[in-house]
């Protein structure tokens, strides 16, 4: 078989390779893997933003468009303050994504193996695992970014415009959980002039996926418009924290280490090669190579491309079974079982790392030394139950007056859902969305601190004193406990609350 079969794009695909029952069955069992061990730690910082979020739901936030704080808001409804309730929606995403993988190398001509390969591989790469461990909107950018390949695959097989309907349900969802789904819409409209696809342009189908999408944006281009793009001024700030840190470094690198399985590297690298060499699929690698490039240019974190990975992979797997097929048959079983073996290996050291295996002991104490987003989860438990030592330790006349004031959305997440353990108050911010929720119109005369040097506090706050430290059971060292562990109290505002509000937000 020439190199140019290998390439040629399937019409449809056989019958026998119509069933996903054992794509299905890898989806779930990782799935239920994931539910099975999210609950061993405590909510990250991050999920402790979007559950406080969903208690003030709203058409927009600070950092994000509002689905995911909405997804939130109907898991507090439903589980209450659950770690494995709250966790649920993100397992379900990376499950959808695991079984659309394996449709996409269905859709490709791809049999059996192609499919299975293609659902392991991507449910032991890094990012998706990492993914379904964390409420996180990237678990469901990942899923639109996945969804969006499927269905231009399934547009390009058939050349059924009414595929760009589905896209444009998909586009409005995408931009109503990360605005960063741009970059992968602009590969679609690059793929399609750059390709045969620009026989699109003039079809109704097109333009009316075009309009669903911006129809289901509006709500939150309205609350945008409304709040002076705040959200762009927070991307702004946020962009320009992480490359001062450091935190863009690494890109091209973490394409290979984080995005995918490392072992599948050829397979996904074989798959871009064959969207560019397949004029009817060509359309596909665009949309890989634009967002990477932009990403690339303008500093991007490596995880904004990882949705672009699952297509490839599954075009790759397509290619490498077609190989396979002409080698003979003890060379063909050697190689599938050296590729299954090497993703699985790799599969099993991401595991070790991402995964919340256990509660105590060496699995434990290795996952924490290597994942900071674990040490992350630790603490917010015994931050707030330090908070209400310190409360409860004041004079009544003092905690009839009292206010919270925290200097990140972890600490603000604490108190306000923790905290209700203990019935402390609101807590106060002007970080995030904290600042569209004002401050208090009586103020308060006693006030705890938390986030804050004490020459910070000092300078807002008057008679200010130490009164205790973040500190959690495990002795882990994440932000809170070393960079602002100290906790204190502090008498009334320098000055006006307005004057501090009158600044704006602070992004973080």
Request: hydrophobic share 50%.
């Amino acid at each position: 078989m020439h190199s140019r079969d290998l390439l040629k794009a399937p019409t449809a695909a056989p019958r026998s390779q119509l069933s996903i029952m054992p794509v299905l069955v890898i989806a779930l069992l990782f799935g239920a893997a994931h539910m099975l061990t999210n609950g061993q730690y405590g909510f990250h910082r991050d999920e402790l933003q979007f559950l406080s979020d969903a208690q003030h739901m709203d058409w927009g936030f600070v950092p994000y468009p509002p689905l995911t704080a909405a997804l939130e808001h109907l898991s507090l409804k439903v589980f209450g303050l659950s770690l494995v309730g709250l966790r649920l929606f993100s397992v379900l995403a990376q499950v959808l994504v695991i079984v659309v993988s394996g449709l996409m190398a269905r859709d490709l001509g791809g049999g059996r193996l192609a499919q299975i390969f293609t659902a392991i591989a991507v449910a032991l790469s890094p990012l998706p695992m990492f993914w379904a461990t964390e409420f996180q909107y990237s678990s469901f950018d990942l899923l639109w970014w996945v969804l969006i390949a499927w269905c231009v695959i399934r547009l390009m097989r058939d050349d059924e415009p009414r595929w760009w309907v589905a896209i444009g349900i998909l586009a409005g969802l995408g931009l109503q959980t990360k605005y960063s789904i741009a970059f992968e819409l602009a590969g679609v409209l690059v793929g399609m002039l750059l390709t045969d696809a620009r026989r699109y342009m003039t079809n109704r189908w097109f333009w009316a996926g075009g309009a669903i999408a911006l129809l289901l944006f509006a709500p939150n281009l309205a609350w945008l418009i409304r709040h002076d793009f705040i959200s762009y001024h927070f991307l702004q700030g946020i962009h320009a924290r992480d490359v001062d840190e450091g935190r863009a470094d690494g890109f091209l690198r973490d394409q290979f280490l984080m995005n995918a399985n490392l072992f599948a590297a050829p397979v996904w690298l074989a798959g871009l090669v064959a969207y560019f060499s397949n004029r009817r699929y060509r359309m596909l690698a665009w949309m890989y190579a634009v967002p990477l490039l932009l990403f690339l240019f303008a500093q991007g974190r490596f995880y904004y491309t990882g949705g672009a990975y699952p297509m490839l992979l599954a075009m790759g797997s397509v290619i490498g079974e077609r190989w396979l097929h002409t080698m003979r048959p003890a060379w063909r079983v050697g190689i599938a079982t050296l590729l299954f073996t090497g993703i699985s290996a790799i599969g099993l050291y991401a595991t070790l790392c991402i995964v919340p295996l256990a509660s105590s002991g060496p699995l434990r104490d290795f996952a924490l030394q290597k994942n900071s987003d674990l040490r992350e989860e630790i603490g917010w438990n015994e931050l707030a139950a330090q908070v209400a030592a310190i409360r409860d330790a004041l004079p009544a006349e003092q905690q009839a007056h009292l206010g919270i004031v925290v200097g990140n959305y972890g600490e603000y997440g604490a108190i306000a859902l923790l905290g209700q353990k203990y019935h402390l108050p609101a807590p106060i911010t002007a970080i995030n969305s904290g600042w569209l929720r004002g401050y208090p119109q009586t103020p308060p005369s006693t006030i705890i601190v938390l986030g804050s040097s004490h020459e910070r506090a000092d300078e807002l706050f008057t008679d200010c004193r130490l009164a205790g430290h973040s500190v959690n059971a495990w002795g882990v060292i994440n932000e809170e406990s070393q960079y602002h562990p100290d906790i204190f109290v502090c008498g009334p505002m320098r000055k006006p609350w307005s004057e501090l509000w009158g600044h704006g937000p602070e992004f973080g």
